[in-house]
Every structure is written in C-alpha cells, then in structure tokens.
C-alpha cells in the first residue's frame, strides 16, 4: 500500500471518528463508505501517472474524466440516504486533495532548501 493511500485512510478515520465524537453518525457513515471509492479514484490517476513510460497523454485524461464520473454518481447516489451522509461521502473523497497538499509542500521546501544552497 503506498504511503498517500495510508494518508488517505488515516485522515478519514480520524475525521470519521471525529464526526462520530460530535454526534454526526450520517457523516462517520458517509466518510467510511465513500473512503473505497476515495481510494479508488487515487489508484485510477497514480496507475496512469506513474508508469508512464509509453502511454498517451490521453490515458490520464480518460482516467480524470472517469474518476469525475464516479466521483458525481456516488456523491447523487448518497443523497437517496441524507445529507449528513453525502457530506460524509464528499469529505472521503476530498481528502486525496489533501495528499496532493502534502506533495506541493514537498516542492516548495525543495525550491527552498536548492534556493538556499546556491546562494
């Protein structure tokens, strides 16, 4: 298991059982059941990423529109339960944004820190 999807479900878990500690059950729920399709959506863009050794351009952008797809028919999806548990499924789904957070952080202390260096 790569280290962002350990992220992911780690920051879903504590926001889960936060909501669950406030009294939000409909969110805790939404969180939980919506992290599978979190964690599937990341591995769709990494697997096109990654090993991009002889794949078009186009793969990631088929893949993008896939997870956009997915992303909306399970958020509509989880409206039929309530709207504490779509929020729940929307906060899921968000937190790779948050990995993706981690990654710009990383970039900047680089451009710091080779900055820093060639002065």
């Not at 780690?10 to 889960?16: E, N, P, Q, V, W």
């Not at 059941?33 to 697997?47: E, Q, R």
């Amino acid at each position: 298991m790569g280290r962002k999807i350990s992220y992911m479900i780690g920051l879903s878990l504590l926001l889960a059982g936060l909501a669950y500690f406030l009294g939000y059950a409909g969110i805790t729920w939404g969180v939980l059941a919506g992290l599978p399709v979190a964690v599937f959506n990341h591995w769709l863009v990494a697997s096109a990423v990654i090993p991009a050794g002889g794949r078009p351009p186009t793969a990631l952008f088929g893949r993008s529109m896939a997870r956009l797809l997915l992303s909306l028919a399970v958020l509509t999806a989880s409206l039929l339960v309530s709207v504490d548990f779509t929020l729940g499924v929307a906060i899921a789904l968000l937190t790779n944004m948050v990995t993706y957070l981690g990654d710009v952080w990383q970039a900047i202390r680089l451009i710091q820190n080779t900055g820093q260096k060639s002065d």
